[in-house]
């Protein structure tokens, strides 16, 4: 297992190597697996690659963001252009469906509500949001809910994650419960805990993933 200044130096590795970052603007705290990132950053998709690049080293098993995204005075939008913004880029985005989704922004932090079929439309909404100048950040509070009558099954979960090259799934348990799927067991990663929960979530059925998953790092 890696210490903490190993795993502390992998995580700045990571971050340097990503064009856009400048590593001086984040720090990295780390202790038994948990990273915890400090900073400021002046847009939403630097903060958002700063975590992409962090779950992704092998050791980490947690992470803390407390990276803050802040403007200079040219940088700075109001609310209203914001959501004007955000609105028109679902209306392009064939993944969204945007009738179905609410944007409410207060101070530059954008928060989206609605329901939607399938967890992708989900995703698709969020990753949509961080390309539009001024978001300080996101919530996302959608909800997935099938409107079929497919019936999930356990099997279909399994077989998903077999075929998924980068998850081990011998060391998964997966269990179904009405439209929820459980994974419990291990994950060797982060990032591989949460591919599984990506898997997990394109069932036919599925309304709710709850990932138990433990990260052993050898």
């Known amino acids: 297992m890696k210490t903490n200044e190993e795993l502390q ?3 700045q590795a990571a971050l340097k190597w990503e064009p ?37 080293v092998v050791g980490v098993k947690a ?18 252009d914001i959501a004007t913004d955000v609105v028109n880029t ?6 969204i469906p945007s009738d179905q989704i609410k944007v409410k922004v207060e101070n530059g932090w954008v928060s989206l509500l609605g329901e939607v079929e ?4 989900k995703e698709a909404t969020k990753k949509a949001v961080h390309n539009v100048p001024g978001v300080k950040g996101i919530t996302n509070d959608i909800i997935v809910k099938s409107k079929g009558n497919d019936r999930l099954e356990k099997r279909s979960v399994e ?13 998964m348990t997966v269990s179904v419960s009405g439209n929820k799927v459980t994974l419990s067991g291990t994950a060797y990663s982060l990032s591989q805990k949460e591919e599984a929960t990506r898997v997990a979530w394109n069932a ?7 990932n138990q998953l433990e990260i052993y790092v050898a």
């Open 9 to 11: 130096k992998d995580v």
């Open 20 to 56: 856009s970052l400048h590593a001086a603007e984040i720090g990295v705290i780390a202790h038994e697996g948990i990273i915890t990132l400090t900073g400021e950053v002046d847009s939403y998709v630097k903060k958002a690659e700063a975590e992409d690049a962090a779950r992704n």
């Open 63 to 80: 992470l803390v963001e407390n990276i803050d995204v802040q403007f200079g005075s040219k940088g700075k939008r109001e609310d209203n």
């Open 90 to 95: 679902f209306k392009w985005n064939w993944e």
């Open 118 to 121: 399938w967890n992708y439309q």
């Open 159 to 171: 077989e998903a994650l077999i075929r998924n090259g980068s998850i081990d799934d011998e060391a």
């Open 204 to 210: 036919p059925g599925v309304w709710e993933v709850d």
